[in-house]
């Protein structure tokens, strides 16, 4: 490694701090030294400094720049230099301890006590994970690890400073957060820490005084962190540490869910569901859509699609089906996928704008071919789904392609007839209407040219009748605007004057 460490003169403010205050310490803390030792660029910056009280220290802040936040009690301040865009903050604290009052798992459930003169070393030792305890002297220029992080980096390791009991019992949030760095850096979870944390998981879910410890905001961040990252891997791994069973367990219903070999070579349920996962990643995935990243709420649709299968499975052998079916299992699927997101509030992380509502829609219509066939689609009902502001239409035929390359015929090849021949309808729609993108073209006509041509008071015939319209300039009947008042002619004998 070869790691380019930030300056102080980097950091104007703090350098001036020393200036005026020469036995004070500048340390960079945290994820920063741990991307900085990785090569990756730093996005949050948190720094530590010693040997100056919080007066002094939040006083020389308030002078020279913006303080967003004081917290004065636990020793941390949010700062926002002079000369830098006032979204660039960074966190500065003093060195502290952290006394867990009772050890169940409650971060809040903590007693802070800062202290200007403590040891780098004392202060790193109440953090998570060896790679998250190390710090970066900006004025002497050394690295501190006290905990082997910098070996744990170059082995690939996630590893709790010290006793993984005591870490995870301090706070539960670090036994999701570790599945979340293996993920995010592609790195295993060494193997007592794994342990600990597969035994711990069901405490996540404990409650005194008939409140979470944990709760689910936090829950549903952790776990939509791990999907970004990599979805495939998240959920083996969330499954692995039996995450999944206690957060999410309609998932595992769909372990041994078996289903008809010939559309699914590939094997159950579960097993088409991480295939789809992966694919997401894939290359075909990206020259298909342009390279576009899939959001959260496409993950969540792709993970969720099938989970109504289990629910609603009939077999030849206990049903006397004629073969395996899973009749409506979209519109149940939808259904559990709701409940199921709704309590663990996937929406409420703050700046993720996840939609558990969208997510269903996709599932609950996810069998929109197999039941609608793609060549007897009007075309306005191709337009309703697939270009539609009001729902998540892109995602939605993301959806369709991703389930279909992993729907394994017996020729090993992603089953995808049912999307090509989507594909080619809109393609011929957009010729047609000459548009382009992901858009298509604005109707020809608007509700007021419908009423002033047809002399009439607003109602539901005037959006009939646009419809109309509309279905045929899709369908290339109505090319332009003279066109459609033609026709408006045609069928002005159908309507009744205004009075």
């Not at 579960?270 to 990643?281: E, F, G, R, V, Y």
């Not at 073969?323 to 509030?345: M, N, P, Q, S």
Request: hydrophobic content about 35%; glycine content about 6%.
């Amino acid at each position: 490694m070869n790691p380019q460490f930030p300056k102080l003169t980097a950091f104007p403010a703090l350098a001036s701090l020393v200036e005026e205050f020469p036995k004070t310490e500048v340390f960079l803390v945290g994820g920063a030294v741990r991307d900085t030792l990785l090569g990756k660029k730093i996005t949050d910056i948190d720094l530590l400094v010693r040997n100056i009280t919080g007066d002094e220290l939040g006083d020389f802040l308030a002078r020279v720049g913006r303080v967003v936040f004081a917290g004065k009690q636990f020793g941390v301040w949010k700062f926002n230099e002079i000369g830098r865009p006032r979204e660039e903050v960074y966190d500065i604290a003093l060195p502290r301890t952290e006394f867990s009052m009772h050890k169940q798992g409650i971060y809040k459930d903590f007693k802070v006590r800062t202290n200007p003169r403590l040891p780098i070393e004392e202060d790193l030792s109440r953090r998570d994970f060896t790679i998250n305890a190390m710090a970066y002297n900006l004025v002497e220029e050394k690295l501190i690890d006290p905990h082997q992080g910098q070996e744990d980096l170059k082995n690939k390791l996630i590893r709790t400073v010290g006793s993984s009991k005591e870490r995870f019992q301090e706070d539960y949030s670090r036994i999701l957060r570790a599945i979340r760095f293996s993920v995010q850096l592609g790195f295993a979870i060494e193997k007592q820490t794994l342990a600990t944390a597969t035994q711990m998981m069901p405490q996540i879910n404990n409650s005194i005084d008939g409140k979470r410890v944990l709760p689910h905001e936090v829950i549903a961040e952790e776990f939509l962190k791990s999907l970004a990252a990599n979805p495939a891997k998240a959920i083996m791994l969330w499954d692995k540490t039996h995450a999944l069973r206690e957060t999410l367990p309609e998932i595992l219903e769909t372990k041994g869910c078996v289903q008809p070999d010939n559309w699914h070579t590939e094997g159950d349920v579960w097993t088409h569901t991480l295939i789809a996962l992966s694919k997401l990643s894939s290359e075909e995935f990206k020259k298909e859509f342009n390279n576009e990243k899939p959001d959260l709420e496409l993950v969540l649709a792709v993970l969720f699609h099938d989970v109504g299968k289990p629910y609603t499975i009939k077999t030849p052998e206990k049903d006397g089906a004629d073969r395996i079916r899973f009749d409506g299992h979209d519109e149940v699927g939808a259904k559990v996928t709701k409940e199921a997101l709704d309590r663990i509030r996937i929406s409420a992380p703050p700046g993720v704008g996840v939609s558990a509502d969208h997510v269903a829609w996709m599932i609950s219509h996810h069998m929109l071919l197999v039941h609608g066939k793609p060549e007897t689609l009007r075309a306005d009902t191709i337009e309703k789904y697939f270009f539609s502001h009001r729902w998540p239409s892109r995602n939605f035929l993301k959806l369709l392609y991703v389930d279909g390359i992993a729907t394994i015929g017996h020729d090993g090849n992603g089953m995808t007839n049912l999307y090509d021949t989507l594909k080619e309808r809109i393609t011929e729609i957009k010729k047609k209407t000459g548009s382009h993108g992901t858009k298509l073209v604005k109707p020809l006509l608007t509700g007021k040219d419908v009423m002033d041509t047809l002399h009439r008071e607003p109602g539901p015939t005037i959006g009939t009748i646009l419809q109309e319209i509309r279905a045929k300039q899709l369908s290339g009947d109505l090319t332009s605007k003279a066109d459609a008042l033609e026709y408006l002619k045609n069928v002005s004998q159908q309507t009744t004057p205004r009075t």
